[in-house]
T-cell receptor
Framework: AQSVTQLGSHVSVSEGALVLLRCNYS??????LFWYVQYPNQGLQLLLK??????LVKGINGFEAEFKKSETSFHLTKPSAHMSDAAEYFC??????????????FGQGTTLQVKP | NAGVMQNPRHLVRRRGQEARLRCSPM?????VYWYRQLPEEGLKFMVY????????ESGMPKERFSAEFPKEGPSILRIQQVVRGDSAAYFC?????????????FGDGTRLSIL
């Protein structure tokens, strides 16, 4: 079974400050990990993904995340927040095993507020 | 627009009516997933379909809910005899034939409101 926990349902940062959104996962098989962003009344947009290889993954809009197997974490960071980053962020996991259906298991989401 | 298309964007139904939600996947994608997002919650997997086949429906409620993805036309999520608790945003996602390692692309969702 797989699960995702996002620590902190709301995170508030000042414009220009570091963004850190936390994600821990549980998986009995090697995971694929994803971060999605959702703007109001829209669908989810993929920010970045980890499948295999390099554990530091760079995504769109200056975001990156690091897969740490020993900590079962996949935290999302951005060095300098911009007002346009205000949105809801979802971490998700799927199984990498052969025959996997690809369904995503999502965390509860973290709302990022950026203050001027 | 070559993205995942969902319609309608907003749907209002009275208790006991039927709701039909449609999803056209991205061009070249033959895999469709449906997710439900309840207020203040994350997305929950409902069902995974390929053309004319239901592959995984482990997240579907046992009653009133059904899904199909016919050979021609969009995927349909059908909710019969809707109740207040069905109010949610329903998202469709699609992916190419090689499932593993391929990210899912999401539509903008259908927001279902039950009066």
């Amino acid at each position: 079974a797989q699960s995702v926990t996002q620590l902190g349902s709301h995170v508030s940062v000042s414009e220009g400050a570091l963004v850190l959104l936390r994600c821990n996962y549980s998986s009995s098989v090697p995971p694929y990990l994803f971060w999605y962003v959702q703007y109001p009344n829209q669908g989810l947009q993929l920010l970045l993904k980890y499948t295999t290889g390099a554990t530091l993954v760079k995504g769109i809009n200056g975001f990156e995340a690091e897969f740490k197997k020993s900590e079962t974490s996949f935290h999302l960071t951005k060095p300098s927040a911009h007002m346009s980053d205000a949105a809801e962020y979802f971490c998700a996991v799927s199984a990498s095993i052969s025959g996997n259906t690809g369904k995503l298991i999502f965390g509860q989401g973290t709302t990022l507020q950026v203050k001027p | 627009n070559a993205g995942v298309m969902q319609n309608p964007r907003h749907l209002v139904r009275r208790r006991g009516q039927e709701a039909r939600l449609r999803c056209s996947p991205m061009k070249g994608h033959s895999h469709v997933y449906w997710y439900r997002q309840l207020p203040e919650e994350g997305l929950k997997f409902m069902v995974y379909l390929q053309k004319e086949n239901i592959i995984d429906e482990s997240g579907m409620p046992k009653e009133r809910f059904s899904a199909e993805f016919p050979k021609e036309g969009p995927s349909i999520l059908r909710i019969q005899q809707v109740v207040r608790g069905d109010s949610a945003a329903y998202f469709c996602a699609s992916s190419p034939p090689s499932v593993n390692n391929q990210p899912q692309h999401f539509g903008d969702g259908t927001r279902l409101s039950i009066l």
